[in-house]
């Protein structure tokens, strides 16, 4: 497609359950990130690949949270044992080159009940 | 760690007048920003962006200014429209964290018709 994509764009789930969260960002796009964002605020850096390579996960919020790119395109975010704080907005976003305005998905709303 | 924070949170126009949003930024070392529009239940929409070796920056119908000697950015959109309503962010970025943009906490903007 011609823009980043997410999916779901909707998810609940219930307090201890795991989710994925995927993306797949625009074709050739080098650069990928994930952040977060609850409402009312603006989004908050997770973490960046440069193709397959994770090269900052100091966003991350706790070790529940796991990112990866294995083949430097589509790139799944995991939250393991959900907890009512991770209730959010996840966004993924891609750029060609990471000092480049990154274009944003739709974003997944999580909601842990 | 960096601030990015905005002077007002709501801003009402009326259709066809300037809109001039601010924001403020904590780190020197910042030197590429970039301003953002999200809509209700969207990604951030990238509108323009400017690195600090300029003041100025145009695009259509949006220009935006940067003072680095007060820290401060703006974003003017001229002839102001209903789909012009949205939450603005303003993020930077800093070349030692090149790969970690920092976001503002939003600015709401109403049009009224």
Known sequence: ??????????????RGQDVALRCDPISGHVSLFWYQQALGQGPEFLTYFQNEAQLDKSGLPSDRFFAER?????????????????SAVYLCASSLEVRLGAFFGQGTRLTVV | GESVGLHLPTLSVQEGDNSIINCAYSNSASDYFIWYKQESGKGPQFIIDIRSNMDKRQ?????????????????????TQPGDSAVY???ENAGYNFNKFYFGSGTKLNVKP
Do not use: M, W
Not at chain 1, 70 to 86: H, M
Not at chain 2, 59 to 79: D, E
């Open chain 1, 1 to 14: 497609g011609a823009g980043v994509s997410q999916s779901p764009r909707y998810k609940v789930a219930k």
């Open chain 1, 70 to 86: 294995p083949e430097g395109s589509v790139s799944t975010l995991k939250i393991q044992r959900t907890q009512q704080e991770d």
């Open chain 2, 59 to 79: 695009g259509q119908r949006v220009t935006v200014l940067l003072n680095k000697t007060v820290k401060h950015l703006s974003l003017q959109i001229a002839a």
């Open chain 2, 89 to 91: 962010f303003c993020a």
